[in-house]
């Protein structure tokens, strides 16, 4: 009866162990519709990448989507082409 005692415990301590471990993000997020800032449980509002590191274990790799690309660097990306053409 010991044994199982001891083996329950163990058994709890692992669980709760990797319940500590495990941070997820769930419920309603609360993020503005234009620079996509998250309004924290403060009230104030923080980068999206911030929070998100903030309260999970994710890590951010910034780049730039094809979309974004075109509409920032579009100009330099046409005069690049243009330069090798020649």
Known sequence: MIELQKELVQKIKELQDALDHIRTLQGIIPICSICH??????????????????????????????????????????????KDKK
């Open 37 to 82: 800032k998250i309004r924290t449980d403060a009230d104030s509002w923080e980068k999206l990448e911030k929070y998100v590191e903030d309260h999970s274990d994710a890590q951010f790799s910034h780049g730039i989507c094809p979309d974004c690309m075109a509409k920032y660097y579009g100009d330099y990306i046409e005069k690049d082409e243009n």
